[in-house]
């Protein structure tokens, strides 16, 4: 049974940053693709960011582009969502998903139970 924790959300001003982390009990981990997907109040679930199986491709989207980082570490089975300059509008659920797949997608198989992150303005 593939199991994903995230941690790492919390309340931080505008400006500031957190570093989200997913930890997965998945035994093909360094083979499964990963991403973090988020959900604000009353709106859609959006994806953010993807990494590939080894790490060498990733995806950000538009509107955290030079904010965001994705990364992973194989070996501690864990993936990093880095977020810098956060804006009240970053505000959300943050969702930590695996992928059957090598290669980063917007479908997910499993997925963590989220962590809340909060910007005040």
């Known amino acids: 049974q593939v199991q994903l924790a995230e941690s790492g959300g919390g309340l931080v001003q505008a400006g500031g940053s957190l570093r989200l982390s997913c930890a997965a009990s998945r035994r093909t981990f360094s083979s499964n693709a990963m991403g973090w997907l988020r959900q604000a109040p009353g709106k859609e679930r959006q994806f953010v960011a993807a990494i590939s199986a080894s790490g060498d491709s990733t995806f950000v989207t538009d509107s955290v582009k030079g904010r965001f980082t994705i990364s992973r570490d194989n070996a501690k089975s864990t993936v990093y969502l880095q977020m810098n300059n956060l804006k009240p509008e970053d505000t959300a659920v943050y969702y930590c998903?695996?992928?059957?797949?090598?290669?980063?997608?917007?479908?997910?198989?499993?997925w963590g139970q989220g962590t809340q992150v909060t910007v005040s303005s």
């Open positions: 998903a695996s992928r059957d797949g090598e290669t980063w997608g917007d479908l997910y198989e499993y």
